[in-house]
């Protein structure tokens, strides 16, 4: 069974760089089937996807925080990363990694960490 | 820029009865819409992707359907653990969701 477990400061100050790490456990993230994804979501509110990377590194981020986003993927480590820089308050959310089912017409996430809980506040 | 637009924001349903959401998204998302189930305090969960394929153990009782720019989600029988919030979903657009609450 695929398991993924999101880890990383749950408190940060304004300005600081965002940093959270996705252990994969049940299945290889070299697999060229799948990409791998950051999903977050502000205290209700709705979700808002981040970026996603295969096994290669091939990335693809939201537009709206591509300047702020890199998602890098370790494969030795079956783990992925993801660095958001300059954060605000605005950034405060509960971050999720998953798997998404990724082909030129179609995208879906179908495993999903627990999520972490990020903080940022002065 | 694709832009999904759920509704209702809130359905209030008693436990047995249906339930119906609608995604309507900006332009065609041909059939490639999916669906999910988000508990409280949980992370959310697949239901159905292709517009109508249940992900692996989702109970007979979700139903998707629709094409285009049109879309539906329906559980025929409500169960206790099915109150909950609701996405769809298209590439890298989420809908603002729909709850469902108890009636």
Sequence with gaps: QLQ???SGPGLMRPSETLSLTC??????ISSSSYFWAWVRQPPG???EWIGN???SGFTYYNPSLESRVTISVDTSRNQFSLKLSSVTAADTSVYYCARSVDTPIERYFDYWGQGAQVTVSS | EIVLTQSPVTLSVSPGERATFSCRASQSVGNFLAWY???PGQAPRLLIHGVSTRAAGIPARFSGSGSGTAFTLTISSLQSEDFAVY?????SAFGGGSKLELK
């Design chain 1, 4 to 6: 993924l477990q999101e």
């Design chain 1, 45 to 47: 509110k709705g979700l």
């Design chain 2, 37 to 39: 189930q988000q508990r």
């Design chain 1, 23 to 28: 252990a994969v456990s049940g299945d290889s």
């Design chain 2, 87 to 91: 996405y769809c979903q298209f590439g």
């Design chain 1, 53 to 55: 990377i295969d096994y």
